[in-house]
């Protein structure tokens, strides 16, 4: 069964260094999201991409934060300078142009900011 | 703005028990709602969803209805296996349509023993 990929699983970096962290969404989606979870709170969701355009974005999804789509089978969520309250598990979430709709999650990576 | 309130965990059952999670949300409109689950070291999947009022969701046993009077959709299985241990989320999409942003509720550990 097709599913969404996500690496690394789990990236530590320091305060003001840039991380992107990578996802292959299912090959036939056009739909990719970013969600984040921090430790003990509510998954939140950052951006919707469709068509290499945002669709979507919360009031989280900053300046600090871009997506990008760099070719045919990678999506990127790059955070310029990181901050400790951009520790977090980060989900990628793909789905279709058709029929519901359903999103389909990756295993998350797990960034930590030291 | 819209939102998710699930019951805090963990929940904590026997095998063959009753299972009953429960969430209410709030919306502006007539928004769809979900269940996803996550076991351990995956993603987070669908595990069932109803898209108007009164609808039942059903999947491997659970069932959820959307009861649009009480604004909820509680998630039900009448005899919990230990392969059901998991975080289980409640969410609601405001919009029926590719794109749009998913609101998870914090989740909720169920921890099924033999």
């Known amino acids: 069964e097709p599913e969404v990929t996500q690496t690394p699983s789990h990236q530590v970096t320091q305060m003001g260094q840039e991380v992107i962290l990578r996802c292959v969404p299912i090959?036939?989606?056009?739909?990719f999201y970013w969600y984040r979870q921090i430790l003990g709170q509510k998954v939140e969701f950052l951006v919707s991409?469709?068509?290499?355009?945002?669709?979507?974005k919360s009031e989280i999804f900053d300046d600090q934060f871009s997506v990008e789509r760099p070719d045919g089978s990678n999506f990127t969520l790059k955070i310029r300078s990181t901050k400790l309250e951009d520790s977090a598990m980060y989900f990628c979430?793909?789905?279709?142009?058709?029929?519901?709709?359903?999103?389909?999650f990756g295993p998350g990576t797990r960034l930590t900011v030291t | 703005g819209d939102s998710v309130t699930q019951m805090e965990g963990p929940v904590t059952l026997s095998e063959e028990a009753f299972l009953t999670i429960n969430c209410t949300y709030t919306?502006?409109?007539?928004?769809?709602l979900f269940w996803y689950v996550q076991y351990p070291g995956e993603g987070l999947q669908l595990l069932l969803k109803a898209t108007k009022a009164d609808d039942k969701g059903s999947n491997k046993g659970f069932e959820a209805t959307y009861r649009k009077e009480t604004t909820s959709f509680h998630l039900e299985k009448g005899s919990v296996q230990v392969s059901d241990s998991a975080v289980y989320f409640c969410?609601?999409?405001?919009?029926?349509?590719?794109?749009?942003?998913?609101?998870f509720g914090k989740g909720t550990t169920l921890s099924v023993s033999s």
């Open positions: 969410a609601l999409s405001d919009q029926g349509q590719a794109g749009t942003a998913l609101i």
């Open positions: 979430a793909s789905s279709g142009v058709s029929g519901y709709y359903e999103q389909y």
């Open positions: 919306a502006t409109g007539y928004p769809s």
């Open positions: 991409f469709y068509n290499n355009e945002i669709s979507e």
């Open positions: 090959s036939n989606h056009l739909y």
